[in-house]
């Protein structure tokens, strides 16, 4: 494996990056010199924007159509990273579904699909991926502080965001002698489509357990995951990007996040 180029001439793919907090990862990534990488799952308009913006950000782009619930999408994803014939430097793991229902009521089919494209795509496309990757390359997956305490009726999405905790861990420990960075990110509470049922108040109200008495932005959340990319003594680490505290100074979970 050789070393990594510099930050400018990266090679990034970013899952879930049709628009929200993807196409912020996109363009935070984006610069002249830089291949990215678009997956998207459905909305090809909207990938295309986000195309569009990476490439007047001065950076190569190239887009990939794959529903991670079903296991074909991964060869998709995979064959569009090998055709560039570059090594992949960073590889972030974003998309994400939450479906709400109590836990009684979420169906055998609602388990399958949130399993699948928040647990199951990411272990499947790391493992497809990793002759692409060298040493020096980062891993990042989106976790969510649901993963960690749960949330009323999110019960499918909290068990697939837990096992993405694992999953960092245990793909951080195993690639760490190739020099392979893993890590992952706690957004909290931003107002993407994944939000768009939280009434304006609730939100509100939610954002209010930040001690700084708001949440982030897309923006600054892929600002602190292109320095996350940029540090080569760090892995295995969930980082918690937003300011919400139990009284005693432990992180608390909102109901939404």
Not at 94 to 102: D, Q, R, S, Y
Not at 111 to 130: G, H, K, Q, S
């Amino acid at each position: 494996m050789s070393h990594a180029p510099s930050a400018n001439a990266r090679h990034v793919l970013i899952t879930g990056a049709s628009r929200g907090l993807g196409r912020a990862l996109a363009l935070a990534f984006a610069s002249g010199g830089a291949t990215i990488g678009i997956h998207f799952a459905h909305d090809a308009a909207a990938a295309g924007e986000t195309s569009a913006a990476v490439r007047r950000a001065g950076a190569a782009v190239y887009m990939v159509q794959a529903d991670f619930t079903a296991r074909a999408a991964i060869d998709a994803v995979a064959e569009a990273v090998r055709g560039t014939h570059l090594p992949l430097d960073v590889l972030v793991l974003n998309a994400g579904v939450a479906i709400t229902a109590p836990l009684v009521a979420t169906s055998e089919a609602d388990w399958d699909t949130t399993m699948a494209v928040n647990y199951r795509a990411p272990m499947l496309l790391l493992d497809a991926l990793e002759e692409c990757l060298r040493r020096g390359s980062h891993v990042l997956a989106v976790g969510s502080l649901v993963g960690v305490r749960g949330a009323p009726g999110l019960a499918a999405y909290a068990a697939s965001k837990g096992a993405l905790l694992g999953f960092v861990r245990d793909a951080a420990a195993r690639m760490g002698g190739l020099g392979i960075c893993v890590n992952g990110v706690l957004p909290g509470l931003l107002r993407t489509g994944m939000m768009h049922a939280v009434p304006e108040a609730q939100f509100d109200a939610l954002s209010a357990e930040n001690v700084l008495g708001r949440p982030n932005s897309c923006e600054e959340i892929a600002r602190a995951v292109t320095l996350i990319a940029s540090m080569n003594a760090v892995s295995g680490q969930m980082f918690a990007l937003d300011s919400r505290l139990h009284p005693d100074g432990r992180l608390v979970a909102a109901k939404e996040s």
